[in-house]
Nanobody, 119 residues
């Protein structure tokens, strides 16, 4: 059983930074990890993911160059460093885990953490 818990959300001004954290418990060493977000009235969307080894990352075009995903395997932690924040980054951010070859929708999800960016 895998559990993930997000933290680090809050309020930031446009152009500012926030770092989200995701604590994973259980046997997560073989799991890819990702961040998704859902803004009010919109569908949930992919933000970034990182493979089990930390050697491969992938980003949505909307955050490429501004956000950085990383993982600390020793601590079972995933991070999302968000720089140059924009009001359109306002959303609930979710951490998700999946075994390689499966879909995140079939994996494990946290409860989410709110990020609000003011203009």
């Amino acid at each position: 059983q895998v559990q993930v818990v997000e933290s680090g959300g809050g309020l930031a001004q446009a152009g500012g930074s926030l770092r989200l954290s995701c604590a994973a418990s259980g046997r997560t060493f073989a799991y890819d990890m990702a961040w998704f977000r859902q803004a009010p009235g919109k569908e949930r969307e992919f933000v970034a993911d990182i493979d089990w080894s930390g050697g491969r990352t992938y980003y949505a075009e909307s955050v490429k160059g501004r956000f950085t995903i990383s993982r600390d395997g020793g601590k079972n932690m995933i991070y999302l460093q968000m720089n140059s924040l924009k009001p359109e980054d306002t959303a609930v951010y979710y951490c998700a885990a999946r075994l390689g070859g499966t879909a995140y929708t079939n994996g494990y999800w946290g409860q989410g953490t709110q990020v609000t960016v003011s203009s």
